[in-house]
């Protein structure tokens, strides 16, 4: 069974602070990886999807690498902002049905 | 494009009571997942349509929940007789069919219904 584990739980960081978030999954064999971004009380957006061939994937501040062989992602964000402060959910893909199994997330917050 | 939209957005309901919730997935997309999300955790898939058809249900999906998309649009998931465990959100999403995105097959998420059961 596939799992997906983020940690730490809650990151809190300056403005202007570059900062990595982690994400490791147990099942090497996945289709694609997501990082979807959720502030609270609300859906998810897509923020990177990296496929199963790929190594990493930008956009805009954010970069998102993969090394599948390892089990683990990260998505670094590049000059952090206040608008930043969210939950950062990470999700793997493992057949052809595209079902999402996601980590828990990791809750940054960005100070001013 | 309007994205995928969700209805009601809240729903507060007595133990007991039966709930329906009615997702709208994004016009061209095919395929409709369900999920349900508690306080501090990741969304867990519940159940996944192609078309009018139910593909895959998870093991949470007890008896007590079914779910259904008549003409292959619109869905809607009810939970019968609910209990407090089932206070979470339910989110719903939906993506191209498989044949026209494969591997980039990004998944499209509503706002959410957050149920609270009393």
């Known amino acids: 069974k596939q799992e997906v584990t983020q940690i730490p739980a809650a990151l809190s960081v300056p403005e202007g602070e570059n900062l990595v978030l982690n994400c490791s999954f147990t099942d090497s064999a996945i289709y694609n990886l997501q990082w979807f971004r959720q502030d609270p009380g609300k859906g998810l957006t897509s923020l990177l999807l990296i496929q199963s061939s790929q190594r990493e994937q930008t956009s805009g501040r954010l970069n998102a690498s993969l090394d599948k062989s390892s089990g683990r992602s990260t998505l670094y964000i590049a000059a952090s902002q206040p608008g930043d402060s969210a939950t950062y959910l990470c999700a793997v893909t493992t057949g052809a049905n595209s079902k999402l199994t996601f980590g828990k997330g990791i809750t940054l917050s960005v100070r001013p | 494009d309007t994205g995928v939209s969700q209805d009601p957005r809240h729903k507060i309901t007595k133990r007991g009571q039966n709930v329906t919730f009615r997702c709208d997935p994004i016009s061209e997309h095919n395929r409709l997942y369900w999920y349900r999300q508690t306080l501090g955790q990741g969304p867990e898939f519940l159940t996944y349509f192609q078309n009018e058809a139910q593909l895959e249900k998870s093991r949470l999906l007890s008896d007590r929940f079914s779910a259904e998309r008549p003409k292959g649009s619109f869905s809607t998931l009810e939970i019968q007789r609910t209990e407090q465990g089932d206070s979470a959100m339910y989110l719903c999403?939906?993506?191209?069919?498989?044949?026209?995105?494969?591997?980039?097959?990004?998944?499209?998420f509503g706002p959410g219904t957050r149920l609270t059961v009393l």
């Open positions: 999403a939906s993506s191209l069919p498989y044949r026209l995105a494969g591997l980039r097959n990004t998944q499209y």
